[in-house]
């Protein structure tokens, strides 16, 4: 069974930092780009970043260029990002999310997600 | 950027009927679209990709048409747990970026 789990979220205060993991199982990791996506509360989806498989490769969006650093451990089976310079408006929950695209790139969609972990910006 | 627009953001439906949610793309992506079904305190589930696969596991009441700019997610009759918010997702420029809808949440009429 295919099984993601987030940590490693809270409260931080705005220009601070976090690192959030995500522990996956069920599944060779190192077959499958990864990406993280997040949700603001009572709010829609919004893409994060993505890694490939390999972990050569890497992908942001806009909102967040600059300031996360997304990494995998394949030895470990964990995938990461690094949030800094946080932002009211990152605010969220973070979602990890595997790809099921065979090409070390994936597809850019996501089948299996984790349970979320709740990152809180305030002072 | 791609701009993906869903409608209505509401839509309420008696259980046993049928529903349709439409996606609408700023530019073409293709058949490169995705659907899932997100319950409150839940993460988002796959239901269909390239805008008509069923997902593993996903009832056959749910299906996924459209290509281009225009999409519709069906369900052929509402379920009890089918009560849920539905995002649309273009993967057409990845890498680097696809990007949502904002949602469709569809309700107990």
């Known amino acids: 069974e295919v099984q993601l789990v987030e940590s490693g979220g809270g409260l931080v205060q705005p220009g601070g930092s976090l690192r959030l993991s995500c522990a996956a199982s069920g599944f060779t990791f190192s077959s499958y780009a990864m990406h993280w996506v997040r949700q603001a509360p009572g709010k829609g989806l919004e893409y994060v970043s993505a890694?490939?498989?390999?972990?050569?490769?890497?992908y942001y969006a806009n909102s967040v260029k600059g300031r996360f650093t997304i990494s995998r451990d394949n030895s470990k089976n964990t995938l990461y990002l690094q949030m800094g310079s946080l932002r009211a408006e990152d605010m969220a929950v973070y979602y990890c999310?595997?790809?099921?695209?065979?090409?070390?790139?994936?597809?850019?969609?996501?089948?299996?997600w984790g349970q979320g972990t709740l990152v809180t910006v305030s002072s | 950027e791609i701009v993906m627009t869903q409608s209505p953001a509401t839509l309420s439906v008696s259980p046993g009927e049928r529903a349709t949610l439409s996606c609408r793309a700023s530019?073409?992506?293709?058949?490169?679209l995705a659907w899932y079904q997100q319950k409150p305190g839940q993460a988002p589930r796959l239901l269909i990709y390239g805008a008509s696969t069923r997902a593993t596991g996903i009832p056959a009441r749910f299906s996924g048409s459209g290509s281009g700019t225009e999409f519709t997610l069906t369900i052929s009759s509402l379920q009890s747990e089918d009560f849920a918010v539905y995002y649309c997702q273009q993967y057409n420029n990845w890498p680097p970026a696809g990007t949502f809808g904002g949602g469709t949440k569809v309700e107990i009429k």
């Open positions: 530019q073409s992506v293709s058949s490169n």
């Open positions: 999310a595997r790809d099921p695209g065979i090409a070390v790139a994936g597809r850019g969609y996501f089948d299996y």
């Open positions: 890694i490939s498989s390999n972990g050569g490769s890497t």
